[in-house]
């Protein structure tokens, strides 16, 4: 079937990076200052959503909470990012990229930095999305934050759950370990990148993670009616995106060592011969 999303563009730069600029703390900032934020950084659809709609959304249950509380405090510019440390003393200089010299707001370190591990993780998510879907929606700020409003629709207008499913947790993991890696180079590494194949496998190891969860909670008499998933959803999620999917059952639910068809990158090197050369 070939599905098309719907419009799926950010808010002008201005707006969102207006939005991002105000990081003092959020004590004392009302519920409805928040909302206000939130729909800035908010994805244009073909119809605005709502605050409650956004504040729904980041609160998905397609989200660990980790993801859940990375994107509260993206939509209350409360990341230690940016302009954060111009206002410490003797700390301006954290506030800019080391990799790109621009200020490293959060439209950067997701959107537009060079740092390795930026363009890494997200051609990973592209390329386990082109195999179920034939394009791969634009990366914006709004985009990425506003992911859990994603809607993809057939070329009946019939809505695909599966497939915004899936997006929603593609970008959502994708843009928790860039955060991760993204820390582990500035922080504990003094800005001295991790090896590809270390990120590589980070990535598939969260979403490899995340389809085994996801297996594991359809077991409705283990999980109950609110906490299990119903198999035919992910079926429909995962489909297409499999390992070796065409030697699998048509319900592999229950089937061991299901995996997505990205495969892990070794950490050593092929082995060399050790027999003698020039021999025989």
């Known amino acids: 079937m070939n599905l098309t999303p719907k419009s799926f563009e950010s808010k002008g730069k201005t707006e969102i990076r207006g939005a991002l600029s105000n990081t003092a703390s959020m004590t004392g900032r009302t519920q409805k200052t928040g909302c206000r934020d939130a729909a800035m950084l908010t994805p ?42 111009k206002h410490i003393p003797e700390c301006g200089e954290h506030a800019t990229c080391n990799f790109y010299n621009e200020t490293e707001d959060l439209e950067h370190v997701l959107i537009k930095c060079k740092r390795p591990g930026q363009a890494q993780i997200w051609a990973l998510a592209k390329d386990l999305w082109l195999r179920k879907h034939d394009s791969w929606p634009e990366l914006s700020l709004g985009g990425v934050l506003g992911c859990g409003l994603a809607t993809f629709r057939d070329k009946k207008g019939k809505v695909s759950l599966g497939l915004a499913r899936l997006y929603r947790i593609l970008v959502s993991e994708s843009i928790f370990v ?47 009616k609110q906490n299990s998933i119903r198999s035919s959803f992910v079926l429909q999620t995962w489909s297409s995106t499999l390992l070796n999917e065409e ?14 068809g990205i495969e892990p990158k070794s950490s050593h090197p092929p082995s060399q011969p050790t027999g003698r050369r020039g021999m025989g």
Do not use: C
């Open 44 to 85: 244009e659809t073909r119809n605005q959503p709502t605050p409650v709609e956004i504040w729904k959304s980041i609160r998905h249950r397609d989200f660990s909470r980790q993801v859940k509380n990375f994107l509260w405090k993206s939509i209350h510019s409360a990341h230690r990012i940016g302009i954060f440390w």
């Open 178 to 224: 860039l955060w991760k890696v993204r820390n582990d180079t500035v922080i504990s590494r003094n800005d001295e990148p991790p090896p590809e194949n270390m990120i590589h496998n980070k990535w598939l190891q969260a979403i490899n993670l995340r389809l085994t969860f996801d297996r594991i909670l359809t077991n409705h008499a283990k999980y109950g």
């Open 247 to 260: 030697s699998l059952p048509g319900d592999w639910i229950k089937q061991p060592g299901v995996l997505v």
